[in-house]
């Protein structure tokens, strides 16, 4: 009965295009002057813990997914289809399913005054600095200084089928 509730509850607020929240998580803040527009989703386990400044931004189709802790500062931007993954699957065991193995977690933080550019995937232990773009279609592991520009490469490389 819960997971048939809670694909309700998601299907419900994704038709009625609101935020919504995964009940596991009871640890969620939202700054002041938040706004999102299509398809929002915080999704948490119940150690995870998001936490969202002031005058946040998120286009259509984000998610925050948290098994340890992911911190967006003041005035950041989302654009479109943003992921963010504070966790990975375990895989190290050969005779485990993967599904079966476990995560592990590294905290997420981004600093305030940030524009992450539609497509990007931001992934666990990544710390990105104050006042920092990244490009469209960047995937993010690492730390980013502050005031520093991401851009993934997009340079084509073109080959003729053999």
């Excluded at 929002?40 to 998001?50: A, P």
């Excluded at 925050?64 to 992921?83: L, Q, T």
């Excluded at 990544?126 to 340079?155: E, L, M, Q």
């Amino acid at each position: 009965m819960k997971n048939y509730l809670s694909r309700t509850i998601r299907y419900i607020s994704h038709s009625l295009n609101i935020l919504f929240i995964n009940m596991i998580c009871k640890n969620i803040t939202i700054g002041n002057h938040f706004r999102y527009r299509k398809r929002l989703e915080l999704n948490c386990d119940s150690e995870g813990k998001i936490e969202i400044g002031d005058n946040v931004f998120f286009n259509n189709d984000c998610s925050v997914n948290s098994h340890n802790i992911i911190r967006i500062g003041d005035n950041c931007i989302f654009g479109e289809n943003v992921k963010i993954y504070d966790h990975n699957h375990r895989f190290a065991l050969k005779d485990k399913l993967i599904r079966d193995q476990g995560y592990s977690s590294k905290k997420i933080l981004i600093g305030e005054d940030c524009w992450i550019g539609s497509n990007v995937i931001i992934l666990a232990g990544s710390i990105i600095g104050k006042h920092c773009v990244i490009g469209a279609g960047s995937i993010i592991s690492s730390n980013i200084p502050d005031y520093s520009i991401v851009r993934s490469n997009r340079n084509n490389t073109i080959e003729p089928i053999r």
